[in-house]
């Protein structure tokens, strides 16, 4: 029989935090690449460390991020340019700090970064952030992606309760970008690839899910990637599978043909019009 649908504890949303005002300046960590991996033909791993990574803490959450620091990159009187990646993982030990990147040979910012990354070269952060884990009290888990979140759901997928069903929907550009993941829980990986559907990003995925069968009782949902298909789903997962709004974590990482600026400039309208989606249904 289905559990009752508790409320899954969450990390303060930016409403219930302080104003800009009244909290402290932030201050970087300074770190050093260690090493880099490439993991797939569009995914490079670089492995930061350095003693600037002393007392680093990461947070409970497995969705944690950083705001990389790109200087380099910033003309006079310009403000730094900033880039959100989550943290694949963290290691106090070692004192290893590793984040994937997606890579496209040398478009945007951050990608490039990776892919000329060299032992010794240095890497400021803002952070950590974060707001999701696999909740133990909901009946099974359900994630959902693209290449911007599957770091994400590869850490969460390691701290899925043991025996817990968990199911996965990923969309990457081709079978040569799957990636092994492991789950202490019950996990169905779904692989989606994009280039079945070259002229629509996030086609393959939303017609996935959709026409997935769910398992019974309330799943513990995170939804991240591109803006375009997290709306189409979310709106799909609240209207046509009755899915509680706490027991969902969604959000556009980026959207396809903005920069990190201009998706920042635009995330509030985005934000809006989700809003509007749940008044349209009766929802909000």
Known sequence: MPRPRPSVARTPR????????????????????????RLTPHMVRVVLGGEGLDGFDEGPCTDHYVKLL??????????????TYTIRSWDPVVRELAIDFVVHGDEGLAGPWALAARPGDPMSFYGPGGDYVPSPELDWHLMIGDESALPAIAASLERVPAGAPVRVFV???????????????????????????PQEPG???????????????????????????????RRHLRTERGVPAPALSASGYWRRGRTEEGWRAEKADWKAAVEQDEQTAGLA
């Open 14 to 37: 930016a409403a219930d935090r302080p104003a800009r005002a009244d909290r402290p300046e932030r201050v970087a960590t300074h770190a050093v690449v260690l090493r880099t991996e």
């Open 70 to 83: 790109f200087p380099e990159a910033t003309g006079a009187g310009e403000r730094v340019p900033m880039r």
């Open 171 to 197: 969309e990457v550009a081709s079978p040569a970008d799957e990636q092994v993941l492991t789950s202490p829980g019950e996990l169905d990986l779904r692989w989606v690839h994009r280039d079945e559907h």
């Open 203 to 233: 086609r393959a995925l939303v017609e996935a899910v959709t026409s997935a069968d769910f398992l019974p009782g309330t799943p513990h949902v995170f939804l991240h990637g591109d803006a375009g298909f997290v709306r189409d789903l």
